[in-house]
């Protein structure tokens, strides 16, 4: 049986909900903090080490500014009302990504990062303003200057998932089968589960059911 550590997921889908059952996109980016609530709670359950979510990308920024201040204002309220009880369930909290945000959710997002920092039970990536290929660029450009030995373990230590083990599993919701510029580097063997459901109807089952699915794959690294 697979030991599960690190479970990687692109929560797509909000917009879509929204439209469908409220006629609004925002309306899915509230109701899909429900889902990460639960995503949370079973992955606790089921003593996983890292969960990163992908809550925003570098493309993101492409989108209307009124869903943009929507977003980032939910995730302020989201961070404001939960750090505590995060905090106390011994959840570390880590941003992947630059925060080029607002000073004052860039402060908040720092203040959440250093209180939970030695926290052991779960560690949280949170991807916001992430994108993979800029993360290669700059850890290029960082490593040319180090004149280190250029192989996969030192050139990992500049990627923002300096630390992290790469993700076992990579959950895609929303009907759609792509990777959207999330851990190009990381993903080279997890095991990829693209999920017809929009996130905010994902739920414990379906998570389950997944890491189930997982426990049970032969994975085989490129041996036989
Ligand atoms: C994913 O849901 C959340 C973010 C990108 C912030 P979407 O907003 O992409 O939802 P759809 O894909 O448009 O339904
Ligand atoms: C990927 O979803 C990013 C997040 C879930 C945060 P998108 O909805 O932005 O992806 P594309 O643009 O459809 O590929
Ligand atoms: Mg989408």
Not at 9 to 29: E, F, Q, T, V
Request: with cysteine.
């Amino acid at each position: 049986m697979n030991h599960l550590n690190h479970v990687a997921i692109i929560m797509d889908g909000n917009g879509r909900w929204g439209l469908k059952h409220k006629n609004s996109r925002n309306a899915g980016h509230k109701a899909g903090l429900k889902s990460v609530d639960a995503i949370i709670r079973e992955s606790v359950k089921n003593k996983i080490k890292y969960l990163t979510l992908f809550a925003f990308s570098t493309e993101n920024w492409k989108r209307p500014k009124k869903e943009i201040n929507y977003l980032f204002n939910l995730l302020e309220i989201f961070l404001k009302d939960k750090i505590n009880a995060l905090n106390k369930q011994n959840i570390k909290l880590k941003i992947i990504g630059i925060k080029n945000f607002s000073s004052r959710l860039n402060k908040l997002l720092v203040k959440c990062e250093n209180k939970t920092k030695k926290n052991k039970q779960l560690q949280i990536n949170l991807a916001l303003n992430y994108g993979s290929k800029s993360e290669l660029l700059n850890a290029f450009k960082k490593f040319r200057k180090s004149k280190k030995k250029l192989n996969e373990e030192n050139f990992q230590n500049y990627l923002q998932t300096k630390d992290i083990p790469d993700p076992d599993i990579l959950i895609r919701t929303g009907n759609t089968q792509r990777l959207s510029n999330f851990l190009l580097w990381q993903i080279a063997y997890s095991e990829i589960f693209f999920e017809k459901k929009l996130w905010p109807d994902f739920n414990k089952k379906d998570y389950n059911r997944i890491i189930k699915k997982f426990k049970s794959i032969k994975r085989n690294f490129g041996n036989v």
